[in-house]
């Protein structure tokens, strides 16, 4: 009986781990962004949106993942992976079922975004299709649904199912600055698991640019998130945010070229650890700049 009791609480840790959801909060910087952008909100529409997100839908995405991939090696958030169990699936599913059906709390528009962003998500993973496998289709996928298509799922569920058609039309140029700001950071979390990918059969972005392209691909995404960035605060608020977020932006630029440097001197840096702090670096900077957002501008 103790033994069983043990192996129980042991399988349900490991569930708990491969849900990673600390490394969800990777993730807020769009939810914050899309907030700190909405004309008028709701506290309590706020907070409910970041439960679905944050507590139901990345962590489940994160498992199912995991379920799927079956990694050996490191990956976002957890350096020593355990073995999924198909404990860990039905809890992915428990997960997305409760998201959807709280998403009907906001709307009905709502609870449909919250299903395809999980449809989204699975095929992604899913071993059958696989999207994961196809550098450009996949990269493309996972900043679209991750960046501009969140912002608008987080914009809906604020404003409402009266203003739907108005928030998909709202802010083009937000959406696309989330878009491509996930752009910059993607192919920086792929760098370190190249050889795990290949022997898993999938081809990234990443390992499709190499150590050199993917620095300079995520260089490019950032400059046009930028661009993007200023046309927004140009034309619906202010000039002074875009510069304030430039300041907010020069500890993640200082670390990218100094990882990039160390990379171009010796390609083991591309390794998990510098990869995990730029990831944290980036998201805190921007949690940071969207938060003053929110309670300053």
């Not at 990777?26 to 004309?39: E, G, N, R, T, Y």
Request: aromatic residues 18%; glycine residues 6%; proline residues 4%.
């Amino acid at each position: 009986m103790l033994s069983g009791y043990k192996q129980k609480r042991v399988i349900r840790k490991e569930t708990l781990l491969l849900l990673r959801f600390p490394f969800s909060l990777f993730l807020l910087p769009v939810f914050l962004f899309a907030w700190s952008q909405a004309p008028e909100t709701e506290t309590w529409k706020s907070l409910g949106i970041f439960v679905i997100l944050h507590l139901l839908v990345y962590p489940s995405s994160n498992g199912y993942n995991s379920y799927h991939d079956r990694d050996s090696g490191a990956i976002g958030g957890l350096k020593s992976p355990p073995k999924p169990s198909r404990e860990l699936f039905w809890v992915c599913n428990a997960m997305d079922l409760t998201a959807v059906a709280a998403g009907f709390l906001f709307s009905p528009l709502f609870a449909l975004q919250v299903f395809v962003y999980i449809l989204a998500s699975r095929l992604y993973s899913n071993r059958r299709i696989r999207i994961k496998k196809y550098p450009v289709a996949g990269f493309i996928w996972v900043i679209f649904f991750q960046g501009g298509f969140t912002y608008w799922l987080v914009q809906t569920g604020l404003s409402g199912p009266g203003s739907a058609q108005s928030a998909f039309l709202f802010q083009p140029e937000a959406k696309l600055c989330a878009t491509l700001l996930l752009g910059a950071m993607y192919p920086l979390s792929q760098i370190y698991q190249h050889e795990s990918d290949k022997r898993d059969g999938v081809i990234t972005i990443s390992m499709l640019c190499g150590y050199r392209g993917t620095f300079l691909l995520s260089a490019l995404c950032f400059a046009l998130a930028n661009i993007a960035a200023w046309i927004h605060f140009q034309h619906w608020f202010s000039v002074r945010s875009f510069w304030v977020m430039q300041l907010f932006f020069i500890p993640v630029t200082s670390y990218f070229v100094y990882w990039f440097v160390r990379v171009m001197k010796d390609r083991h840096n591309a390794d998990y650890d510098h990869a995990m702090r730029m990831n944290l670096l980036a998201s805190l900077c921007l949690n940071l700049c969207f938060t003053a957002y929110l309670l300053c501008l």
